[in-house]
């Protein structure tokens, strides 16, 4: 059984991630300095290091993300020619070339996808640390949705931590 202030620890292990809002990193910090402190308590060193491998993990897929997003626009945009042949001056006009209106249509739809997807991943972030943190504060374990398990549990953790099934109710 686990104390409250164990439980308070777990919670704030999790909403830790939050952090990073406020100072570079924190989001990483905050799990890794409750882990250190705290490794005599397999329940709390069980929830940071759970939370820690949610947020590389998120990094990673945020990394990607971007990674590909830029290389999408860079591709989609010399489509567009310079801006020399894009755009063109009459007088003190100024006025658009004479393409299709369906010509940026590819690089409005990346754009729209890689914002959708960015969107997708910071839901999930707030959505499951908010999770997880109601769930460590109940003294239950939560297992993050594509977390990769970058720091294994240690068996004294993985005892400590209530029995749960598929859908993390405790039996």
């Excluded at 739809?109 to 959708?116: E, N, Q, S």
């Excluded at 707030?126 to 594509?146: D, F, H, R, S």
Aim: aromatic share 14%; glycine share 6%.
């Amino acid at each position: 059984m686990q104390s409250i202030n164990q439980k308070t620890i777990s919670s704030i292990a999790h909403l830790g991630a939050f952090s990073k809002y406020f100072f570079p990193f924190g989001n990483f910090l905050v799990p890794i300095f409750i882990w250190v402190l705290h490794k005599k308590y397999p329940f709390v060193s069980a929830h940071a290091k759970q939370s820690l491998n949610f947020q590389i993990s998120l990094f990673l897929y945020t990394s990607i993300l971007a990674t590909i997003a830029i290389m999408g626009l860079v591709v989609l945009g010399i489509n567009f020619g310079t801006l020399d042949e894009f755009y063109f001056s009459t007088g003190n006009d100024f006025v658009i070339s004479n393409q299709s209106p369906l010509f940026a249509m590819p690089f409005i739809v990346f754009l729209g996808i890689v914002l959708i997807l960015a969107i997708g991943i910071f839901a999930l972030e707030v959505l499951c640390v908010i999770n997880a943190a109601m769930k460590a504060g109940e003294g239950k374990t939560y297992q993050y949705p594509l977390t990769i398990p970058f720091l294994k549990l240690e068996e004294a953790e993985k005892e400590d931590l209530p029995e749960t099934n598929i859908n993390n109710q405790t039996i």
